[in-house]
């Protein structure tokens, strides 16, 4: 009697001991720092463009990958209370929650919800966001993007190792046309391919987000044809306020060898990162890029960077790069006419100059590769805060061609060799109306007056503003007018 009692409550024990392991496997959770959850998507993107006010509802999943239960410390907006966005997880709708927990190998689904008034002018062009979750220490995002105000969209559709995300907006053979109705936003790389052409009329305004861009891949073909009146702006989409003027927001507008001709004629490219690089991929195709007109303003990087290239500019203005203003590299063949080079960057320390010159590079075995270089720079400023604003960069084994005709610089050089400076004089102050602000016309009394080339200037002989400037000519894209409420562009 005694052992079947005994032998009941070791059974009836063994009972519970399993029924409580299986509890405490139950709330076992798994605090591993190596824990990190899994997604459905990084990226959660609200592709619909508003007319009116309007609100979408999107979905993702969050995996546990773990063999034991996780429990999610917080998930929150990173925008907080000043969000546009809105989360729900687990039926409850708000901006932060805290321990939430998942089973071994399971899901859970969050739900992200936007509204949007598209009439808003103080919204930007994408309004974002992300979720942030912390889970044992470690912390991980799902990026936020719905369109904001009313825009034509171009979202990339394609990613490749080593390549930007991008979406070809003209095809092989394709002719494509961006208009002026509405503002036109490129989110990732807007890429024309080969034998693709892109023609954007005048009026446009291009906005880039972070780290996006255009590009003319080789064997394609971009005309700007922006007006006096009516330029073609390329900046980022995000113009209010502080980002106004701010450098570094988008990437670059690359244009490689093409098949014909590229064009930009009055453009306002600004707050980016390089304003325009031009690059020979594989071959010489015989073209080159026509840039008239053009304004090329605060960008973090470079104002032109130019490898083995051929540009023919008049009337241009870069100012205020964090590097090089204009650096022409690998070679190739150049014309600048009436051009303003004035590099005052102001958001930090700049250690280069604003011109650079170079015939060469070095391959991964250390040997010098030669590339002809011919530069001429005419009736045209090149000035800044640096002590020397140009450097020449020459290999001895290749062609090596400069002049200044008829221009004002800063530098530290000798330039009594008329066989590269041509009635060109130094370290004069130009007298810019107000370089801190980009103004770079000319004041009454500045020495760039009047002492211009008349034979260059009959070869472009309206100023950047449309003003004639034949009679006596000045240097740089602007011509001195006598008008003190003229506005500044």
């Known amino acids: 009697m005694l052992s079947r009692q005994i032998s009941s409550i070791f059974f009836l024990l063994t009972g519970l001991i399993v029924i409580f392991s299986a509890c405490q496997k139950d709330d076992k959770f798994d605090t591993s720092p190596s824990v990190k959850l899994e997604f ?10 508003f007319s009116t006010i309007g609100s979408v509802t999107k979905q993702i999943r969050i995996y546990n990958p773990s063999k034991n239960r996780i429990k999610i410390s917080s998930i929150r907006l990173a925008n907080q209370s000043d969000s546009r966005y809105s989360i729900n997880v687990d039926g409850q709708s708000g901006t932060n929650f805290q321990n939430v927990e998942i089973a071994e190998n399971d899901s859970i689904f969050l739900f ?46 394609t990613e490749r190792p080593g390549l930007p995300k991008y979406k070809i907006v003209a095809g092989e053979g394709t002719d494509t046309l961006w208009t002026n109705d509405l503002p036109i936003v490129v989110y990732g790389y807007a890429v024309i391919d080969s034998t693709g052409s892109l023609t954007i009329e005048a009026g446009t305004s291009v906005h880039f987000h972070s780290g996006s861009g255009l590009w003319v891949y080789k064997g394609g073909s ?9 330029p073609v702006y390329f900046q980022s989409d995000r113009t209010d306020g502080f980002y106004e003027y ?33 690059e020979t991929l594989q071959e010489y195709m015989g073209n080159q890029l026509y840039l008239n007109n053009t304004i090329i303003e605060n960008m973090s990087g470079a104002g032109i960077l130019s490898r083995y290239y051929l540009i023919a500019a008049q009337n241009c203005v870069i100012t205020n790069c964090g590097q090089y203003a204009l650096a022409l590299t690998l070679g190739g063949s150049y014309d600048f006419r009436h051009t303003t080079i004035a590099n005052y960057w102001r958001y930090g320390v700049r250690t280069t100059p604003s011109v650079y010159l170079n ?29 020397e604003e140009i450097l020449t960069d020459a290999s001895d084994e290749a ?70 400037r034949i009679e006596t000519p000045d240097l740089g894209a602007y011509e001195w007018i006598p008008v003190i409420e003229e506005k500044k562009r």
């Open 40 to 49: 459905s998507s990084d990226t959660i993107i609200f592709d619909t463009v």
């Open 112 to 157: 992200a919800r936007v509204t949007v008034d598209p009439s808003d002018a103080t919204l930007p062009f994408i309004v974002s966001d992300s979720i942030v979750f912390e889970t044992n220490g470690n912390f991980q995002d799902v990026d936020l993007v719905a369109w904001g105000q009313n825009a034509r969209f171009i979202l990339w559709d």
């Open 222 to 230: 971009l005309k700007v044809l922006g007006t006096l009146e009516e």
């Open 246 to 278: 701010l450098p570094g927001q988008w990437d670059r507008i690359w244009i490689n060898e093409g098949a014909v001709d590229n064009v930009i004629n009055y453009a306002v490219i600004r707050n980016g990162f390089i304003g325009l690089q031009m």
């Open 359 to 387: 015939n060469y590079y070095l391959d991964p075995n250390n040997q010098v590769i030669d590339f002809p270089l011919n530069v001429n720079f005419a009736n045209s400023i090149i000035y800044g805060n640096q002590n």
């Open 399 to 468: 062609e090596f061609i400069f002049k200044f005709d008829h221009c004002l610089i800063k530098t530290e050089q000798d330039i009594s060799n008329p066989e590269y400076y041509l009635n060109t004089f130094k370290n004069e102050d130009p007298l810019f109306a107000d370089h801190i602000e980009n103004d770079l016309r000319l004041d009454s009394l500045s020495p760039a007056r009047d002492t211009g080339s008349i034979q260059i200037a009959t070869t472009v002989p309206l100023d950047i503003k449309g003003n004639s």
